[in-house]
């Protein structure tokens, strides 16, 4: 499928999405977002893709909602419209893994965008933020709450009141990313991780990514009881026997759908 605002690119079971609006900083504008929601449902189907990384430019993965398309907005617009609503949705819908690969400016709608994935790989240039403060809103797809959830109350509430940015260092400290590394190498390394996880057993892959992104949707006692079905249920599949058979017979396992 062609597309005007994002780079798609398929190999080794990895889908590679790329924002590509180098003009305005990978701002997130309605197309881009619309495109991005077709790239995904494409990915989740497609069979050659197990594993999906989302990136950006060395100088920004996303720099925000774009301020342009924002502007001549009200309230009736954004509410009948549920601006970025749904769009958000089709990220934390998608079953397969994806990883944000970050580097540069990773602000506003741009956090919000890389929380939403499953984890975060950043470059050492990477500048986490939400200012939306500045242009008398606040954040609206996640970053009050999730930013909340992953670095704490103190820091987020810092953060969300002077939109201040945080480097690669203290996101990596507060725990908002996986992993460093250098900017020149970022891709490299996230698309080895992206390729290891594809080839690991797929169904056992989502239940593992459905039970930890579970942990910040309910309490522990219905979080454990999730993880232990999930558990229990993967004894039903072929890649079950066929990975600890592979252990004791001390080869590679070869899992159902390779
Ligand atoms: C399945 C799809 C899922 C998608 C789900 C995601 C939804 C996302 C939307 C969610 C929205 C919820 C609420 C969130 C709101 C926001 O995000 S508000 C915006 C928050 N971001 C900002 O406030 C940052 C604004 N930008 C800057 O402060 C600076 O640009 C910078 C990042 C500090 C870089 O400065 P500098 O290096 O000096 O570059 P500039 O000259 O400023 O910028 C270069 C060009 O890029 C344009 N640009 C930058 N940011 C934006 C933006 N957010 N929107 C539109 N355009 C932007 C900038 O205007 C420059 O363009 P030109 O003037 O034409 O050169």
């Known amino acids: 499928m062609a597309y005007q605002t994002i780079i798609v690119e398929i190999e080794d079971y990895v889908a590679l999405i790329r ?3 180098p003009e305005a900083l990978n701002a997130l504008n309605s197309q881009l977002m619309r495109e991005l ?4 449902t494409e990915a989740d189907r497609n069979e ?16 925000g909602a774009d301020i342009k398309e924002m502007s001549t907005k009200n309230f009736v617009d954004v509410y009948t419209e549920n601006l970025f609503g749904d769009e958000i949705e089709r990220i934390t819908a998608t079953r397969k893994p994806i990883i944000a690969a970050v580097s540069g ?3 506003g709608g741009g956090c919000e965008l890389a929380m939403a994935c ?7 240039n990477a500048k986490f933020g939400q200012p939306e403060i500045n242009l008398g809103v606040m954040a609206g ?14 820091k987020s509430m810092e ?6 940015f945080m480097d690669a260092v203290e996101a990596e400290r507060a725990g908002l990313v996986s992993r460093i590394v250098p900017a020149s190498k970022l891709l490299p390394e996230v698309m080895a991780v992206a390729r290891k996880i594809a080839e690991k057993s797929q169904i056992a892959v989502v239940a593992a990514k459905e039970a930890v992104n579970r942990a910040y949707e309910t309490t522990l006692s219905e979080g454990l009881l999730f993880e232990r079905r999930n558990f229990q249920a993967l004894f039903a599949t072929e890649d079950q026997k066929e990975g600890m058979a592979a252990f004791l017979e001390k080869r590679e396992p070869q899992f159902r759908d390779k």
Do not use: P
Request: hydrophobic share 40%; net charge positive; glycine share 12%.
């Open 105 to 107: 400016y990773t602000l």
């Open 141 to 154: 797809i996640g970053g009050t709450q999730r930013l909340t959830r992953f670095v704490g109350k103190s």
């Open 118 to 124: 499953d984890f975060i790989i950043c470059a050492d």
């Open 159 to 164: 953060m969300h009141l002077t939109g201040r």
């Open 37 to 40: 929601g077709e790239a995904l």
């Open 48 to 63: 050659k893709v197990r594993c999906i990384v989302l990136t950006g430019s060395e100088k920004a993965f996303a720099a």
């Open 19 to 21: 924002l590509n609006r």
